[in-house]
């Protein structure tokens, strides 16, 4: 499955996943605004198979079909 990585340059670790390059329309608006200005990073294809750094690549799937879009969030900091 193809998808389309956007990072929002508003927030440091914060990802947009869409199924087609520059197509927000399944993306709810309260979501686009929280992300602000974003930036293309890169296409993927994605597979059960593909190892990712930070995400299950079977959940964003997932997610892509069911929603249109998968938000990647920045890591949880543990607290002390």
């Keep these: 499955m193809q998808c389309f ?3 929002s340059l508003k927030k440091d670790y914060l990802y947009l996943y869409i199924v087609n390059k520059d197509d927000f ?4 608006e309260a ?7 974003m930036e293309f990073v890169i296409d ?7 190892k990712l750094a930070r995400e299950d690549a079977g959940k964003i ?7 249109g ?3 990647q969030l920045p890591p949880q900091r543990e607290t002390a």
């Design 31 to 37: 979501l686009l605004n929280s992300f602000g200005k």
């Design 69 to 71: 879009f998968f938000v």
């Design 44 to 50: 993927i294809e994605l597979s059960q198979e593909r």
């Design 61 to 67: 799937m997932d997610s892509l079909k069911a929603q």
């Design 5 to 7: 990585i956007y990072k």
């Design 25 to 28: 329309s399944k993306v709810p």
